[in-house]
């Protein structure tokens, strides 16, 4: 997400050389390697990854740890490339237990959702076994939706629906499947499930909470009259927030929904407004989908002053290092200057834009 003219890519592959230099003569052969193979865009950056490679020889690591980072390169490219041609799609990550039976008001509750997700342009991405994975999948469909398959010591069946789709990626470790889970998807959906639902559910609201990943809708689905997240909820209340170990701000990361529309609204209200962020160097840049009344910016710098370092927030048009997003690049931006912490305020800034008065 950088200004990629001639003048940054050269700044950029200077700056790559005297960190990551194998030496002279090895750099000079690897600048031209990629050049042989007619590599323009972020050159630098594949010399960076085939220098770390030469430098994984002089390390002289054990086979088990080459063989490790080998497949895990592999498992990101696989995954990446079969993710590219969907990129201008957004995207809902499903999580859920494998052991849920097709008569569960679980499982129809994620049929449900697969089918009004797909009604409103998203695509789902599941595990692609049975369970919520498959009921999800058999909501949206196989042209809407992609399974991100484990490798398991006693064999995970692939539920129908990917059973020989394209867009099935089978993966050797769990963590570059969550990492895939995470860089696609423009929103999760939880259903009730076992360790590794929970784990899901910790690891999203984590990234969240200390700005490793986006932030974006997470929405806690059960039936009508289940209680498992609004027990899960009082543990948190409970065992967590009692003792200080989260805010009451980070409960504005997820929300509990019992129908298929509810979950399918707070996701697309998220996007009502609100269009996507990123950082620039300090700033915090807010790319909405219509501009924001004079009055509505008024309220936010008054609601939201505990969360602005220095300065306010203003709206303006993209900054300069971002005008390498020629598709986004119109969009007005709201742009402040944050504390570096407690991200449920930033996810609560976010619905008040959204509930906001646009022009």
């Not at 509810?262 to 996507?276: G, L, M, P, R, W």
């Not at 008024?298 to 505990?306: E, G, I, P």
Request: a positive charge; one cysteine or more; glycine letters at 6%.
């Amino acid at each position: 997400m950088q200004d990629l003219t001639a003048s940054k890519i050269e700044e950029q592959r200077r700056k790559l050389s005297e960190r990551w230099s194998a030496g002279p003569p090895f750099d000079a052969r690897v600048r031209q390697l990629v050049r042989d193979l007619g590599t323009q865009k972020s050159a630098a950056l594949i010399e960076e990854m085939i220098t770390t490679a030469l430098k994984l020889a002089r390390d002289e690591m054990s086979t088990a740890d080459l063989k490790l980072i080998n497949r895990s390169m592999k498992e990101m490219r696989s995954a990446a490339k079969i993710f590219a041609p969907f990129k201008h799609l957004r995207k809902v990550a499903v999580f859920g237990s494998a052991r849920t039976q097709s008569d569960s008001p679980d499982y129809k509750l994620a049929t449900d959702f697969g089918c009004e997700m797909v009604r409103h342009g998203f695509m789902l991405i599941s595990g692609g076994s049975d369970g919520i994975m498959g009921a999800v999948q058999r909501g949206a469909g196989r042209a809407h939706s992609f399974g991100l398959n484990i490798r398991l010591p006693s064999e995970q069946r692939v539920n129908e629906v990917s059973e020989s789709d394209p867009k099935l990626i089978t993966l050797n470790y769990f963590f570059t499947r969550k990492l895939s889970f995470v860089k696609e998807a423009h929103a999760f959906a939880l259903s009730p499930g076992g360790f590794g639902t929970l784990d899901e559910a910790f690891e999203v609201l984590t990234l969240m909470q200390t700005a490793k990943a986006r932030i974006v809708p997470v929405v806690l689905l059960d039936h009508p009259h289940g209680k498992y997240w609004a027990t899960w909820t009082e543990f948190l209340t409970e065992r967590l927030l009692k003792f200080g170990f989260i805010s009451a701000e980070d409960f504005a990361f997820f929300k509990i929904k019992h129908s298929a529309q509810d979950a399918a609204a707070e996701i697309t209200q998220f996007y009502k407004v609100f269009h996507s962020a990123r950082w620039v160097g300090e700033r915090f840049v807010i790319r909405v989908n219509r501009r924001l009344s004079t009055n509505t910016m008024v309220d936010l710098n008054k609601q939201f002053s505990d969360i602005v370092r220095t300065g306010e927030i203003v709206q303006r048009a993209a900054l300069a290092k971002e005008k390498n997003e020629f598709e986004i690049r119109h969009l007005p931006r709201l742009i402040f200057t944050p504390f570096r912490s407690r991200f449920g305020r930033f996810r609560q800034l976010i619905d008040a834009i959204n509930s906001s008065q646009t022009i």
